[in-house]
């Protein structure tokens, strides 16, 4: 099965970008409207989308094959990899939040998403980049799982416990 045939590209600014891979046209462009307010040095594209086939879904069916984004501000994308809409049935028509309670308090600049995320499972697992040494109390880097299909968040690792009802919180220093 195909994707479209797609040749499939990200800019700096996390447009995803379809095209023919024989003429090079244009097929199709999203544009998740990442705003321009978000500090340069982060502006980056370290990996293309993460291409997943949903076998469970119809063969025509919209969002089959489905394009994993995410974006400097802290969203996730499914995009259907042959039109190059979201996918309504994911998240909130398409999209998820991926920032935590608390993050509004550090800024965009200082938590963001810049490597592709990856399916294992049935499940779209991304991490995050912090800008580390600049407070006292960083920022949480955490790695989250959600469901490919629906967007349901299955599982967040949070890679220095700092949840003091978490057993491995013990082991590390205040």
Not at 33 to 50: H, I, L, P, T, Y
Not at 91 to 103: K, M, R, V
Request: aromatic letters at 10%; a negative charge; glycine letters at 6%.
């Amino acid at each position: 099965e195909s994707a479209g045939e797609h040749l499939v590209v990200c800019s700096a600014n996390n447009y995803l970008i379809a095209l023919d891979p024989a003429s090079g046209a244009e097929r199709w462009r999203f544009d998740p409207q990442v705003e321009n307010s978000e500090r340069s040095m982060s502006r980056k594209c370290r990996g293309n989308a993460f291409y997943w086939l949903d076998e469970a879904a119809a063969e025509n069916q919209a969002c089959r094959h489905r394009l994993f984004m995410g974006t400097l501000d802290r969203r996730l994308f499914a995009i259907d990899a042959q039109t190059g809409r979201p996918c309504p049935d994911f998240g909130q028509a398409g999209e998820i939040s991926l920032s935590l309670p608390g993050d509004e308090r550090y800024g965009k600049q200082m938590v963001f998403s810049t490597s592709q995320p990856v399916v294992v499972d049935d499940k779209v697992v991304i991490g995050s980049a912090i800008v580390d040494l600049a407070w006292r109390h960083t920022p949480v880097g955490n790695i989250i799982a959600f469901d490919a299909r629906s967007g349901e968040l299955r599982w967040r690792f949070d890679i220095v416990p700092t949840d003091p009802l978490d057993p491995a919180s013990s082991s590390w220093p205040a």
